[in-house]
Antibody, heavy 122, light 109 residues
Framework: EVQVVESGGGLVEPGRSLRLSCTGS????????MSWFRQAPGKGLEWVGF??????????TYAASVNGRFAISRDDSKPIGYLQMNSLSSEDSAVYYC?????????????WGLGTLVTVSS | QSVLTQPPSVSGAPGQRVTISCTGS?????????IHWYQHLPGTAPKLLIY???NRPSGVPDRFSGSKSGTSASLAITGLRAEDEADYYC?????????FGGGTKLTVL
């Protein structure tokens, strides 16, 4: 069964950093892109960024709201993807999801985790 | 504000047909990129419903269908059931960015 599971969320003070993990199972992790999304309380889904698979260059792309503060990486041997979040503010408080990305006409995401909650507060 | 525009809410009675619209622009939907649809219930993982040109992942009933015309797309749900009550999101792509609609809450009356 294809599965992705997020971990690493928690309470963090404004200005601090946090790293989330996304563990894949049931598929060849390195064959797929991996993306991060978030949903703030009362809001809709927001794309955060994604990392392409190595065959597609392994490059990353980010939403404007996190560009320069967040960084996505992957270790296909583990297989785990990461979201490094720096300079966090209250606006970053949300449930964070990872999703397996399939390349086609753009990308779509066919397997998502249950999410991990990040709360930024003093 | 989302780049793709969806109605905030729609509703229908059991057995009825409802549609959810998703309006974009010439650079995303109109630019040839596919529209994909997701169903999300609170506290659960978002679920892919429709991908590409009206394709359904295994396990998604054929009551769900997608269509696209110009810079707009629609998700249709026929034979509405109580379990369909959820939030629905459209998604596309543009210049290396993944785009989401703001989401539509479907209420089954």
């Amino acid at each position: 069964e294809v599965q992705v599971v997020e971990s690493g969320g928690g309470l963090v003070e404004p200005g601090r950093s946090l790293r989330l993990s996304c563990t894949g199972s049931g598929f060849i992790f390195g064959d797929y892109a991996m993306s991060w999304f978030r949903q703030a309380p009362g809001k809709g889904l927001e794309w955060v960024g994604f990392i392409r698979s190595k065959p597609y260059g392994g490059s990353t792309t980010y939403a404007a709201s996190v560009n320069g503060r967040f960084a996505i990486s992957r270790d296909d041997s583990k297989p785990i993807g990461y979201l490094q979040m720096n300079s966090l503010s209250s606006e970053d408080s949300a449930v964070y999801y990872c999703g397996r990305g399939v390349s086609g006409s753009g990308y779509y995401f066919d397997s998502w985790g249950l999410g991990t909650l990040v709360t930024v507060s003093s | 504000q989302s780049v793709l525009t969806q109605p905030p809410s729609v509703s229908g009675a059991p057995g009825q047909r409802v549609t959810i619209s998703c309006t974009g622009s010439s650079s995303d939907i109109g630019g040839g990129y596919d529209i994909h649809w997701y169903q999300h219930l609170p506290g659960t993982a978002p679920k892919l419903l429709i991908y590409g040109k009206n394709n359904r992942p295994s396990g998604v009933p054929d009551r769900f269908s997608g269509s696209k015309s110009g810079t707009s797309a629609s998700l249709a749900i026929t034979g509405l059931r109580a379990e369909d009550e959820a939030d629905y999101y459209c998604q596309s792509y543009d210049s290396n960015s993944v785009l989401f609609g703001g989401g539509t809450k479907l209420t089954v009356l």
